[in-house]
């Protein structure tokens, strides 16, 4: 085996996989299935969304943060609220997503690409967005896992115009075994290919976005889309177990909690079962407060987090729409990269094949109230695009969907990868458990001995019948430093598959 890709669809991992047996990197992979999810994966991603990627290759590691930014440098005024719509996961977990024209913030998807392309891609673009645009063109099957997230997401894309059509063309949400087609997104894609970003952020893409959503309420104007770039970054370190995590830094808020949880795991003991994660968990939710929020710009935060006199031991006491993609080629170069649509906004922009993010409008990621965020700043997110080095090489790369549930899954991965010796397929299956707005939900496999211990001190625990997409998507690729051997964990939550060369 030669490489690796661990992505959401099949089709996505094989559009990857193709990429690495004509000689590409992982990064040329990356960007191909990043593009192929535009059309596989439609409601999760595409040119309207936002994303990171982690890059390892040779003593180099580095975070590209393509994220979506708020809005509003043009001081356009909100002409339109946030509209709530219940998603009902299922007859247990109803989350409430906001959407409509006032939640779009400005994509990022575009630019970040094209950066990781020019910066360590081998491959010409044109070459790489061409299973995209078939996929778009010809239609992209739509499995059991997307069929879900089409149904569970209907009283989004039900609400305008445009997304009605798309995900019920003929009057009825598409179903397991139907193919998805999207031309709009096709042209978009070619254009993409001959244009580049120019035409999403000063063209006729990028004027369309605002017009129409100004017109329609929402706060996107033209300099917001214009002054948009792609940041490098360097990422978060943390020790965990005898190796280097490498995560995604401030202004995002994932990467760092992460990290914190793992250095508390590292002092609770060797041993990270159900109840030391549940105290690490606590104490991240504790640590996220306001004080935090506005840390995330500044500096300073991850010495207060991170260095051992700044971790908080007291949660000892409790003891008491997004999509991502991980590549690893022969050479040991690693591409992570995650891409949210969020739950998507419902805003399908005429003429353009982009559907809006709703990035204004999810509650996790604007702890401090809708709209507090300053026109230009990054979103937080809790996506983390994170890798885990031993010796100096790669040993995981993985990353996640879903939502807030995003970092208590990559946690427990890396958890079970990196102290329990899983492989990543196994790491990946092993069943979660989220702790959150005081109760523990537990998918069935929990050790039921630790789960009653946690609910004799209090904490309400929530057995949930089944693996379900609310966990997360981790979609991780592994090789053994001792041997090379490569492997990989397709998440089954989110339909995650996996492709070798």
Do not use: W
């Given at each position: 085996m030669t490489g690796v890709v661990a992505a959401g669809h099949p089709v996505t991992a094989e559009a990857g996989a193709d990429v690495l047996r004509?000689?590409?990197?992982?990064?040329?992979?990356?960007?191909?299935?990043?593009?192929?999810?535009?059309?596989?994966?439609?409601?999760l991603t595409g040119f309207g969304a936002g994303g990171f990627m982690m890059v390892h290759r040779g003593e180099e590691t580095v975070l590209l943060?393509?994220?979506?930014?708020?809005p509003g440098t043009d001081g356009v005024e909100r002409g339109a609220e946030l509209v709530p719509v219940p998603v009902h996961f299922d007859a247990e977990t109803v989350q409430t997503f906001y959407v409509g024209p006032a939640s779009c913030g400005v994509p990022g998807t575009a630019a970040g690409l094209e950066q990781a392309l020019a910066r360590f891609g081998t491959v010409p673009l044109a070459e790489l967005v061409k299973p995209a645009v078939r996929l778009a063109r010809e239609g992209a099957p739509v499995n059991a896992e997307q069929a879900y997230i089409l149904d569970i997401l209907e009283p989004i894309h039900a609400r305008l115009e445009g997304t009605r059509e798309l995900y019920a063309p003929a009057g009825r949400t598409l179903r397991?075994?139907?193919?998805?087609?999207?031309?709009?997104?096709?042209?978009?894609?070619?254009?993409?290919?001959?244009?580049?970003?120019?035409?999403?952020?000063?063209?006729?893409?990028?004027?369309?976005?605002?017009?129409?959503?100004?017109?329609?309420?929402?706060?996107?104007g033209p300099g917001d889309l214009a002054g948009y770039e792609a940041i490098s970054r360097q990422p978060i370190r943390a020790a965990?177990?005898?190796?280097?995590?490498?995560?995604?830094?401030?202004?995002?808020?994932?990467?760092?909690?992460?990290?914190?949880?793992?250095?508390?795991?590292?002092?609770?003991?060797?041993?990270?079962?159900?109840?030391?994660?549940?105290?690490?968990?606590?104490?991240?939710?504790?640590?996220?407060?306001?004080?935090?929020?506005?840390?995330?710009?500044?500096?300073?935060?991850?010495?207060?987090?991170?260095?051992?006199?700044?971790?908080?031991?007291?949660?000892?006491?409790?003891?008491?729409s997004t999509t991502h993609i991980s590549v690893l080629d022969g050479d040991g170069m690693c591409a992570s990269v995650t891409c949210s649509n969020g739950s998507g906004s419902g805003v399908l922009v005429p003429g353009t094949g982009v559907i809006l993010n709703n990035m204004l409008g999810e509650e996790d990621l604007n702890p401090l109230g809708?709209?507090?965020?300053?026109?230009?700043?990054?979103?937080?997110?809790?996506?983390?695009?994170?890798?885990?080095?031993?010796?100096?090489?790669?040993?995981?790369?993985?990353?996640?969907?879903?939502?807030?549930r995003i970092r208590s899954a990559i946690l427990q991965t890396i958890v079970r990868a990196v102290e329990q010796g899983m492989a990543a397929e196994q790491a990946v299956r092993a069943p979660r458990l989220h702790?959150?707005?005081?109760?523990?939900?537990?998918?069935?496999?929990?050790?039921?001995?630790?789960?009653?211990?946690?609910?004799?001190?209090?904490?309400?625990v929530l057995h949930r019948p089944a693996i379900n997409l609310f966990f997360g998507g981790v979609q991780a690729v592994a090789r053994d430093p001792s041997t090379g051997a490569l492997g990989g964990g397709g998440d089954p939550r989110r339909g995650g598959a996996v492709a070798t060369v």
């Amino acid at each position: 085996m030669t490489g690796v890709v661990a992505a959401g669809h099949p089709v996505t991992a094989e559009a990857g996989a193709d990429v690495l047996r004509e000689g590409g990197n992982a990064v040329d992979a990356a960007v191909c299935a990043v593009l192929a999810s535009f059309a596989a994966e439609s409601p999760l991603t595409g040119f309207g969304a936002g994303g990171f990627m982690m890059v390892h290759r040779g003593e180099e590691t580095v975070l590209l943060d393509f994220f979506v930014a708020a809005p509003g440098t043009d001081g356009v005024e909100r002409g339109a609220e946030l509209v709530p719509v219940p998603v009902h996961f299922d007859a247990e977990t109803v989350q409430t997503f906001y959407v409509g024209p006032a939640s779009c913030g400005v994509p990022g998807t575009a630019a970040g690409l094209e950066q990781a392309l020019a910066r360590f891609g081998t491959v010409p673009l044109a070459e790489l967005v061409k299973p995209a645009v078939r996929l778009a063109r010809e239609g992209a099957p739509v499995n059991a896992e997307q069929a879900y997230i089409l149904d569970i997401l209907e009283p989004i894309h039900a609400r305008l115009e445009g997304t009605r059509e798309l995900y019920a063309p003929a009057g009825r949400t598409l179903r397991e075994g139907d193919l998805f087609r999207f031309g709009e997104l096709a042209d978009a894609l070619e254009r993409f290919a001959t244009e580049g970003s120019e035409a999403f952020y000063r063209g006729e893409v990028a004027a369309a976005l605002s017009d129409f959503v100004v017109q329609h309420g929402g706060t996107l104007g033209p300099g917001d889309l214009a002054g948009y770039e792609a940041i490098s970054r360097q990422p978060i370190r943390a020790a965990f177990r005898g190796t280097e995590v490498l995560t995604n830094p401030p202004p995002s808020s994932g990467g760092i909690l992460i990290a914190y949880c793992l250095g508390l795991l590292e002092r609770l003991g060797e041993h990270s079962g159900p109840e030391q994660l549940v105290a690490a968990m606590g104490a991240a939710n504790d640590a996220r407060g306001e004080a935090f929020s506005e840390a995330l710009y500044g500096e300073g935060l991850e010495a207060s987090l991170l260095e051992p006199g700044g971790l908080d031991l007291a949660a000892g006491d409790l003891l008491g729409s997004t999509t991502h993609i991980s590549v690893l080629d022969g050479d040991g170069m690693c591409a992570s990269v995650t891409c949210s649509n969020g739950s998507g906004s419902g805003v399908l922009v005429p003429g353009t094949g982009v559907i809006l993010n709703n990035m204004l409008g999810e509650e996790d990621l604007n702890p401090l109230g809708f709209h507090a965020i300053a026109p230009g700043r990054r979103v937080p997110s809790m996506m983390a695009p994170t890798v885990v080095l031993r010796d100096g090489e790669i040993a995981l790369g993985l990353g996640s969907a879903g939502s807030n549930r995003i970092r208590s899954a990559i946690l427990q991965t890396i958890v079970r990868a990196v102290e329990q010796g899983m492989a990543a397929e196994q790491a990946v299956r092993a069943p979660r458990l989220h702790y959150e707005a005081g109760v523990v939900q537990a998918e069935p496999g929990i050790e039921e001995e630790s789960l009653a211990r946690i609910e004799a001190r209090g904490v309400p625990v929530l057995h949930r019948p089944a693996i379900n997409l609310f966990f997360g998507g981790v979609q991780a690729v592994a090789r053994d430093p001792s041997t090379g051997a490569l492997g990989g964990g397709g998440d089954p939550r989110r339909g995650g598959a996996v492709a070798t060369v």
